[in-house]
């Protein structure tokens, strides 16, 4: 099992940048395949980029494709979103996850989940 802890949300102007970090104990995140996800009230969550356990296969939610950026330090049992160009509609409780089996695995089947961070992007 793995426990994941995600730091690095906050609130930030339109247009801004923030790099979020999910840090796991427990099992080796080498183990799983990992995700970020998100969810704003009243949504439901969604999927924005998933990376495999060399990162060998990345995929990016169209939503996000060419402002985020996900990425792994397996030594360090760490990954990062880095987020460029945040709009208001950006702004939720983003999640990182981790699951024994592929990028293009739904939603629900993940694993395992961090409690999230609040990323806010103001206008």
């Known amino acids: 099992q793995v426990e994941l802890v995600e730091s690095g949300g906050g609130l930030v102007q339109g247009g801004g940048s923030l790099r979020l970090s999910c840090t796991a104990s427990?099992?080796?995140?080498?183990?799983?395949?990992m995700g970020w996800f998100r969810q704003a009230p009243g949504k439901e969550r969604e999927f924005l980029a998933a990376?495999?356990?060399?990162?060998?296969?990345?995929r990016y939610a169209d939503s996000v494709k060419g402002r985020f950026t996900i990425s792994r330090a397996n030594a360090d049992e760490t990954v990062y979103l880095q987020m460029n160009s945040l709009k208001p509609e950006d702004t939720a409780v983003y999640h990182c996850?981790?699951?024994?089996?592929?990028?293009?695995?739904?939603?629900?089947?993940?694993?395992?989940w961090g409690q999230g961070t609040q990323v806010t992007v103001s206008s």
């Open positions: 427990g099992r080796s995140i080498s183990n799983y395949a």
């Open positions: 996850a981790a699951i024994v089996g592929t990028t293009s695995t739904p939603v629900n089947a993940w694993n395992f």
């Open positions: 990376i495999s356990r060399e990162s060998l296969r990345i």
